[in-house]
C-alpha cells in the first residue's frame, strides 16, 4: 500500500512501472502549469487587466500562443518515446509464463521449467479466509521468482480478455489464435493483485489475476 493509501498510486513491483510513474509526474507537471497559466489569464480578464484591444491585437501573444503549446508537445513526445521503447524490450529470459483467458477464469503453463500448468478461480465470498480480499484473491496462484527475467505470455481460448498487474506495468491482450508477449522483472517478493481488463462477458469482474514472487529457492522447493 502507497504511503497516501488510496489517494495515490499503487507501489510498483518492477523498474517499468517506476518510469511510468516518473513520466505520471512528469506530465502532471505540465498539467499543473498549464491549468495555472490559464487560470490567471482568465482571472485577469474578469478583473478587465487585459482590454479587448490588448487580446485581440497582441502578435506577441498569438506567437507565444503557438510556440508554447509546440514545446510543451515536445516535451511530452520525448519521454513517452523512451517510455514505448522500454516497454517493448524484449529480455532473454529461460523463464516463461503462459496465461490463457477463459470465461471466466485464467490458466497458467510454465511450459520451459516444470511443465507445470493449473486453473486459477476466484476464491468465493462464502469461503475467504481472514486477510484474504473479496473478488481478488483465487485458489492457485502463479508463482514466480523475483528479481528474474520473467516472459508474460497471453492468449484466450473464448474470447478477447486482457492480462493485467498494475503493480508491475503490464497489461496485454488476451487474444484467441495468438500470443502476445510481454517482459516482467519483479524486483521484490510479495503478493501482487491484478483484473481482466477488457470486457469479456457477464462474470468479467470475477476473474483476479494474483501473482506471488519468491524467492529462487524457494521456487525452486515450491516447484518440485
Not at 482568465?42 to 508554447?68: C, N, P, Y
Amino acid at each position: 500500500m502507497s504511503l497516501w493509501g488510496q489517494l495515490s498510486l499503487v507501489d510498483p513491483a518492477t523498474l517499468i512501472q517506476m518510469e511510468m510513474y516518473l513520466f505520471h509526474d512528469h506530465a502532471l507537471v505540465l498539467l499543473i502549469g498549464i491549468m495555472i497559466f490559464v487560470s490567471v489569464i482568465s482571472v485577469g480578464m474578469l478583473l478587465s487587466k487585459f482590454s479587448d484591444r490588448t487580446i485581440h491585437e497582441a502578435q506577441v501573444l498569438e506567437t507565444i500562443w503557438t510556440l508554447v503549446p509546440a514545446c510543451l508537445l515536445v516535451w511530452l513526445a520525448l519521454p513517452s518515446m523512451r517510455l514505448l521503447y522500454l516497454l517493448d524490450e524484449r529480455s532473454d529470459s529461460s523463464m516463461i509464463l503462459k496465461a490463457t483467458g477463459h470465461q471466466w477464469y485464467w490458466s497458467y503453463e510454465l511450459p520451459f521449467l516444470f511443465n507445470e500448468s493449473f486453473d486459477s478461480y476466484m476464491i468465493p465470498d462464502r469461503s475467504l479466509d481472514n486477510g484474504q480480499y473479496r473478488l481478488l484473491d483465487v485458489d492457485k496462484r502463479a508463482i514466480v521468482p523475483y528479481n528474474q527475467d520473467i516472459t508474460v505470455i497471453t492468449t484466450s481460448s473464448d474470447v478477447i480478455h486482457a492480462w493485467a498487474l498494475p503493480s508491475s506495468g503490464v497489461k496485454m491482450d488476451a487474444i484467441p489464435g495468438r500470443l502476445n508477449s510481454m517482459s516482467m522483472n519483479l524486483i521484490s517478493p510479495g503478493v501482487y493483485y491484478g483484473q481482466c481488463s477488457e470486457i469479456c462477458g457477464a462474470n468479467h469482474s470475477f476473474m483476479p489475476i494474483v501473482v506471488e514472487a519468491v524467492s529462487t529457492l524457494d521456487y525452486v522447493s515450491l516447484s518440485s
